[in-house]
């Protein structure tokens, strides 16, 4: 944890039933951007409402395992894995989400558990001791020509805003560390510009996105494309993660999952 940074409390919880890994439970801790990403899984799971340096988080609980969507990017990212390792003490941390297709083979829905994780920004690496391939965080939503440029550069399958900032705080607390990825956009695919509705806290500003698009009728079948790609990745993320929970080890570097 950072110097000034101080676990706050649950607002609004019976902390009498706080989960600290009691009676030997060993935890998993799930660190997501956005809950898009994850809600399949845990829409019906308890949750509680915790703040942590300030900022507020919503953490869904089943099962020794603890859900946080702490934002996008890699500032909001690292901050929400600093929280859910000081609240529930996971002996494993994932960094779970979509990622952007680096190599051209993968296609929306394919899933990554990639070994080494490239910070973007500084060239730093995190070997995960687990899966095969390379996912690399880079700062900003990337173009197909930034993506071709990743690729060839760093080697790396796949991009995404997140990874590396989880794993270098879970490194940091020698807590476990893996990546579970799933692609939700082609190495061709080109984005509407969502970047520019990212609040400074990691929290993606939806309804100033929306008002953005109504206006503008040439970005609408993207949008129509990007919801219902991202709908799928997000099924086959949560399965992906079910498998994980469950202990089951995938027999491949890629689950290829096509509808």
Not at 104 to 112: K, S
Not at 181 to 191: A, E, H, N, W
Not at 207 to 222: S, T
Request: proline fraction near 4%; aromatic fraction near 10%.
């Amino acid at each position: 944890m950072r110097s000034g940074e101080r676990w706050s409390g649950f607002g609004g919880t019976d902390t009498s039933s706080c989960v600290r890994r009691e009676n030997g439970q060993a935890w998993i801790a799930i660190v997501a951007a956005i809950e898009r990403e994850v809600w399949p899984m845990v829409k019906d799971w308890p949750r509680r409402e915790a703040s942590f340096a300030g900022r507020s988080y919503r953490f869904f609980e089943q099962e020794a395992t603890a859900v946080v969507c702490g934002g996008i990017g890699w500032e909001a990212a690292r901050r929400a894995t600093e929280a859910v390792i000081e609240l529930y003490r996971p002996t494993l941390v994932i960094s779970a989400g979509f990622a952007g297709g680096l190599d051209p083979a993968l296609a929306v829905g394919d899933a990554l558990r990639p070994r080494h994780i490239l910070n973007g920004a500084d060239g730093s690496r995190t070997d995960s001791g687990r899966g095969q391939g390379v996912l690399i965080s880079f700062p900003h939503v990337a173009s197909p020509e930034q993506k071709a440029k990743l690729r060839q550069a760093y080697g790396a399958q796949a991009v995404d805003m997140e990874a590396s900032a989880v794993a270098q705080s879970a490194q940091a607390h020698q807590v476990k560390f893996m990546a579970c990825k799933v692609i939700s956009d082609t190495s061709s695919s080109r984005l509407a510009p969502f970047e520019l509705f990212i609040a400074p806290d990691g929290k993606f500003r939806l309804l100033r996105f929306l008002g953005y698009v109504a206006v503008r009728p040439w970005l609408w079948w993207n949008v129509e494309r990007t919801a219902r790609e991202t709908a799928r990745a997000a099924t086959k993320l949560c399965a992906a993660l079910t498998e994980v929970r469950a202990g089951e080890a995938p027999s491949s570097r890629f689950e290829t999952i096509r509808t």
